[in-house]
C-alpha cells in the first residue's frame, strides 16, 4: 500500500508530469507483480499493467536520449548532475538508467537528498550515505550525481560538465545556483 499511495503523491504534486514516474515508481518497488493482491484488485492491476505499464514514456526517453547525446559527445570524461524537485524522484531516474543497458554500462550514479526527510518509508538517505555519496562523485568513482536542489548551493561538489533538469526550474536563483554547477570549460547545462 505504502507503494502505491507514493505513486499517487507522485501524480498528485505533479499530475500529468509525473504520470512516467509514478508507474516506474510501481515497477521499481515490484507494486505491479501479479498475485500479490486479491483476485479482484489483482486484475485490476493486470489490466493498469496492459495499458500504461509498457506506453512509451516520453520524458524519460528524452532523458536517456540527452544522456546518450552527452556521454558520446564529452570530450573529456563525464560528470554529470541531474537535478530533480522530489526526492524519490532520485531513486526512480537511478532505477531507470540502471536498467538501460547502455547507460548503466558507462554511467555509475549516486543520489542526494537531506538526510533529514526520507524520500518515502523505504527510500532513505543516512548522513553516512550522503557522505560516501559525495566522496563517489568528488572522486570520479560515480560520474553522475542525482540530487535535488540541495546540491545547488553550500555544498562542496565538484564541477560538473553537463547540469541536466530534469523537471521545470522552481525560480531564477536556483536556475542561476544549478548552472553555476556546470564550472569545467565546455559544459552544458540542458
Known amino acids: 500500500i505504502e507503494h ?3 505513486a499517487l ?3 498528485v504534486v ?3 508530469e ?3 514516474a509514478s508507474i516506474c515508481f510501481l515497477l521499481m518497488t515490484n507494486s505491479l507483480d501479479d498475485g500479490k493482491w486479491p483476485h479482484l484488485v ?3 492491476i493486470r489490466v493498469f499493467r496492459r495499458t500504461y505499464a509498457e506506453k512509451h514514456m516520453p520524458r524519460l526517453d528524452h532523458l536517456k536520449d540527452v ?5 558520446e559527445s564529452t570530450s573529456s570524461t563525464f560528470r554529470g548532475i541531474l537535478f530533480v524537485q522530489q526526492r524519490v524522484m532520485t531513486h526512480i531516474l537511478k532505477y531507470i538508467i540502471q536498467n538501460d543497458q547502455a547507460l548503466s554500462a558507462k ?3 549516486v543520489t542526494l537528498y537531506s538526510h533529514a526527510s526520507p524520500a518515502t518509508p523505504s527510500f532513505r538517505l543516512t548522513q553516512a550515505n550522503v557522505q560516501r555519496n559525495l566522496q563517489q562523485f568528488a572522486s570520479g568513482e560515480a560520474n553522475l550525481l542525482i540530487s535535488t536542489v540541495v546540491a545547488e548551493e553550500g555544498m562542496d561538489i565538484p564541477a560538473a560538465n553537463c547540469v541536466i533538469r530534469f523537471d521545470p526550474v522552481l525560480n531564477t536563483v536556483s536556475f542561476n545556483q544549478g548552472r553555476g ?3 569545467q570549460q565546455g559544459s552544458s547545462c540542458l
Open 4 to 6: 502505491w499511495y507514493e
Open 9 to 11: 503523491r507522485l501524480l
Open 14 to 16: 505533479s499530475w500529468e
Open 18 to 20: 509525473a504520470f512516467d
Open 42 to 44: 489483482d486484475s485490476q
Open 67 to 71: 544522456l546518450t547525446y552527452k556521454l
Open 107 to 109: 554511467l555509475n550514479m
Open 181 to 183: 554547477r556546470a564550472r
